[in-house]
């Protein structure tokens, strides 16, 4: 069956410090994977996606920056934190083609 | 561009039923999905529609008619666990998700 990681699960980072939040997915190959940001009690904001290694759309131009260096493995990073940065960052995968959208457990960042 | 809209809130008493309306605005798209989640959690897949009508599993059932732009979510015998956020999202093969801001559900006693 298929499986979802993130981590951590929770981080508290000082503004201007640097990020990586990893998410990885076992039991399947060449999955589309995507990150999201949700601020507390909104909606899901998409910030990258990608298709095949190497492969990042960037939904939303700001001081994050996505990679993606094997198949199965997303990695968003920041070099530099700001507060507005501060919310609940949810990793998720679909089978290539397909509708159903898979959550991961997501990990709670916040910036003072 | 592409847009849902559903309500921010919505009540219901507990046994009762109660329906999650979504409206939206896109070109091309595939189908309909629904997401549930828990305050604290991840969104967890409920219900997909890609041809028009009604899908049901179990007390969740979902419709969708193209023509109208519309489609809901029915939950039956509310339970307080099913208090939680519900989304909406268009689905279009490869492209990603684009997700509505979410209604969330309050069940009472």
């Known amino acids: 069956s298929q499986t979802i990681h993130q981590w951590p699960a929770t981080l508290v980072q000082p503004v201007g410090s640097p990020l990586s939040l990893e998410c990885t997915v076992e039991?399947?190959?060449?999955?589309?994977l995507y990150w999201y940001r949700q601020a507390a009690g909104r909606g899901l904001q998409l910030l990258f996606y990608?298709?095949?290694?190497?492969?990042i759309s960037s939904e939303v131009p700001q001081n994050l920056s996505a990679s993606r260096p094997q198949d199965r493995q997303f990695i968003l990073s920041s070099k530099k934190l700001l507060l507005s940065d501060s919310g609940f960052y949810l990793c998720?995968?679909?089978?290539?083609?397909?509708?159903?959208?898979?959550f991961g457990p997501g990990t709670r960042l916040l910036v003072l | 561009g592409q847009s849902l809209e559903q309500p921010s809130e919505v009540t219901a008493v507990e046994g009762a039923i109660v329906q999650i309306n979504c409206t939206y605005q896109t070109s091309g798209f595939y189908g309909l999905s629904w997401y549930q989640q828990h305050d604290g959690g991840a969104p967890t897949f409920l219900s997909y529609n890609g041809l028009d009508g009604l899908e049901e599993t179990g007390r969740f059932s979902s419709f969708l008619s193209r023509s109208d732009s519309y489609g809901y979510l029915l939950l039956q015998e509310l339970q307080m666990k099913d208090s939680a956020s519900y989304f909406c999202?268009?689905?279009?093969?490869?492209?990603?998700?684009?997700f509505g801001k979410g209604t969330r559900l309050s069940v009472i006693a």
């Open positions: 990608s298709v095949g290694i190497g492969q």
């Open positions: 998720a995968w679909t089978p290539p083609g397909k509708e159903t959208q898979y």
């Open positions: 999202a268009l689905t279009s093969g490869n492209t990603p998700l684009v």
């Open positions: 039991g399947t190959s060449n999955p589309n």
